[in-house]
């Protein structure tokens, strides 16, 4: 295993952490029972994983139930995270929201059903349009200062809702965000419109759930053939939004990448998104020890520059308007963006101003992804 820096704070988590939808009966993820949910806990800890994340709203408690007893004498091996806004009532409408009596109630709950008297790291499942910000934010801060919560994270955000988060919690002196968990994968990219710049300006790290589309980029799946029997596509459908034709074709050169290296496309998708910036790490939420041994050996695959190059290239999901305009006026017709911080450009790639041709002056430049600079065709773009 392979540890990195949980966001902006100094503790070490495992790059690939374990998420646990599958584990309860109510949310048609994989329903195990507490016998396959010690069982898939253990070899994830015998493997080197330090970060296990739940939420209450998982099978309405039994994820954090059966965690619970899972952890039962190793709680301390363990960055145990958790979440709270989401509804746990059907019928008592205040058990839902990030307003100060949800948040104060959930905290007790978790707590309870997990067995510990802290979680490492809290989060608020998303935002909440009904509660005042401020509101939220205080009651946070207070489940840190009593010591029930270590640090606190955010979760499906918008990049303008965790920028204000942010401000108001520097402004007024409350416990920081320290993390933001977010969908992100080879077929979903979106996160690279604004929320990457956030995070590398802010130090929020990125906690990744769903790094294989909630299972289309196993490799399992394809337009000729229905899900197999007890597959997540087969219970869940189709858990995150993407373009199908696309995502074909994403999994076509997934395909050949992982023949490429005599694994599973698995291990592909989750080792490109290990390779991404700022993410401290990437959840799996493997249903049987076979699957989560697969998933967890994406640690030591090593993409080659050519391997990247492919998977960006066809995954790329362009750059809507305002970002290229920034790029455009902070990188091509900047010249101290490149003088200032070159290994940036060596490593990502300039954004290269072709409207004046692709051979006016330097600002036509590029870097491919071994480094290389070279002049491009086409639009303004950045390389990949």
Known sequence: MKYRKLGNSGLVVSALGLGSMQFGRAMNMGRLDQAATTRLVRLALDRGVNLIDTADVYSRGESETLIGAALEGMRDRVVLA?????PMSDDDV??????RVNIMRGIEESLRRLRTDHVDLYQLHGWDSNTPLEETLRAMDDVVRQGKVRYIGLSNYLAWQAATALGLQRRENLASFITAQMYYSLVGRELEYEWTSLASYTGLGIVVWSPLAGGFLSGKYSRESAPQPGTRFAEAGQFVPFD????????SVVRRVADRHA???????LAWTLS???????LVAARTPEHLEDNLAAIDLQLAPEDLQALNEVSDPGVPYPKWMVLQLDQAEDPRARILDPETFVREGLWRDLRRGPNHGSSGLATDSSGAAHSGSGGGQRTR
């Open 82 to 86: 958790t979440k709270v806004r989401l």
């Open 94 to 99: 205040n058990r839902s929201g990030a307003h």
């Open 244 to 251: 199908r034709e696309k995502g074909e074709r994403v999994m």
């Open 263 to 269: 694994v599973s496309p698995a291990r592909v998708a």
């Open 276 to 282: 991404r910036p700022t993410v401290s790490t990437v």
